[in-house]
């Protein structure tokens, strides 16, 4: 049996706020920290995004024309890297020249808008691909939601905007114990194609890749090459595809260069081509592999890649984190009433501000969920994260003309 593998990887950076006390309201509109976004960024590209690009090139380059991957960057990435490490966006554009590499679709902002404000979401959209065009190149077919938010609605719209595929979390409440090795379509708009990923296999390589109490630690090329041969032989489907889908800043960030990912990715491809039942496809790729009448999966509520339950509660899943939401949204109207340039910069600042990454530190949760909701932020508390957003909030709704 053979088997596809479809390779995606998330790039994202969010505009992180400073200090913003109530004194701060009415008096300072600078509220991003550039001190600390700069030194990320730099420190990100320098761990993960110049060595894996690097890699990655080597691979595409040594492996033609059999080896492929995809991205998806958000514009908020973009901005950070044109500011701070313009030489970063040169390895990107290096990469894609390959013809190898399938650019994704999804919000400019990383945001939440799908879930909140359809206009908003359809604006955002267009945003991230003129970005794209202005720093990398065209989009292709393919299109992610923030953290693979997906649900019917949604589709519904992103079908209307032209794209062909949709990555979505491989969830068993979606799937009802269809395999993740396949590609599906989807019940609420058909001609969109669903592409799982396979959650397990990803958080091998993403989360449990470095800790030595792991059972298959360390993992090497050859042993993970096994496992989905495995999957491969197990497939009742000829031509199956498995998503490997994860945050790039799995590399050399998160999992650190000291243990072995990168050797690890190295090998990887060769590996895997070498058994001869293995095929790289980008997610354009695999849409066009898929059959009109093929299965259908049916998402009537929000499916995501985060926590364990796989849902949208890492960002609404407590009373602040809706307060904030609430208060985010309802500032829309007002800024659309904003006239000439101004509305511009308030509108840049209000779509800083819909990240998901904002209401993400937020989170309550405890035991490993909350112990990865609290790597990520830079607050003592989700408390503290709250306090500091509703903050800026306040201001930039008074710069709206709406009242506190």
Not at 34 to 55: G, K, Q, S, W
Not at 303 to 324: C, K, P, Y
Request: glycine share 6%.
């Amino acid at each position: 049996m053979s088997l596809d593998i479809c390779f995606y990887f998330q790039v994202h950076q969010p505009w992180r706020l400073r200090r913003y006390t109530y004194k701060d309201i009415g008096r300072a509109h600078d509220y991003f920290d550039d001190t600390a976004n700069a030194a990320i960024l730099r420190r990100v590209a320098e761990h993960c995004y110049l060595p894996m690009n690097a890699l990655l090139l080597d691979a595409i380059r040594t492996h033609a024309p059999h080896f492929r991957v995809s991205f998806s960057i958000t514009t908020t990435a973009l901005q950070q890297m044109a500011l701070w490490a313009p030489h970063v966006l040169l390895s990107f554009r290096e990469l894609l020249a390959t013809g190898a590499v399938e650019l994704l679709g999804e919000t400019s902002h990383h945001s939440l808008a799908a879930l909140h404000d359809a206009d908003e979401f359809a604006a955002q959209v267009r945003l991230h691909r003129a970005s794209c065009a202005r720093w990398l190149g065209a989009c292709g077919g393919g299109f992610r939601n923030t953290e693979l938010i997906t649900c019917n609605a949604m589709l519904e719209q992103v079908a209307g905007m032209g794209f062909e595929s949709v990555c979505i979390e491989g969830a068993e409440r979606v799937l009802h114990g269809r395999a993740a090795t396949r590609a599906y379509r989807f019940s609420a708009a058909p001609r969109l194609v669903a592409l799982p990923r396979h959650y397990r296999l990803s958080d091998d390589i993403a989360f449990r890749f470095s800790d030595r109490h792991w059972n298959a630690w360390p993992l090497t090329a050859v042993r993970y090459a096994d496992w989905l041969q495995g999957e491969a032989e197990a497939s009742a489907t000829p031509g199956g595809c498995l998503g490997l889908y994860m945050d790039y800043e799995t590399f050399g960030e998160h999992q650190w260069a000291d243990t072995g990912i990168f050797d690890f990715m190295r090998a990887l491809p060769g590996e895997l081509l070498r058994r001869g039942c293995f095929r790289f496809v980008t997610p354009a790729q695999a849409a066009r592999a898929v059959a009109a009448d093929a299965e259908r999966l049916d998402v009537p509520q929000p499916l995501s890649w985060a926590d364990q339950e796989r849902d949208t509660s890492a960002w609404n899943g407590n009373a602040i984190q809706r307060v904030a939401l609430a208060r985010c949204y309802a500032t829309a109207g007002a800024l659309r009433q904003v006239p000439g340039a101004v509305a511009a910069t308030l509108r840049e600042d209000w779509r800083r501000l819909q990240t998901s990454d904002h209401f993400y530190y937020m989170a309550t949760k405890h035991r490993s969920d909350g112990d990865v909701h609290q790597y990520f932020s830079p607050y003592a508390s989700p408390y503290d994260a709250h306090i500091n957003y509703m903050n800026v909030m306040d201001d930039l709704a008074e710069r709206c003309g709406q009242r506190r």
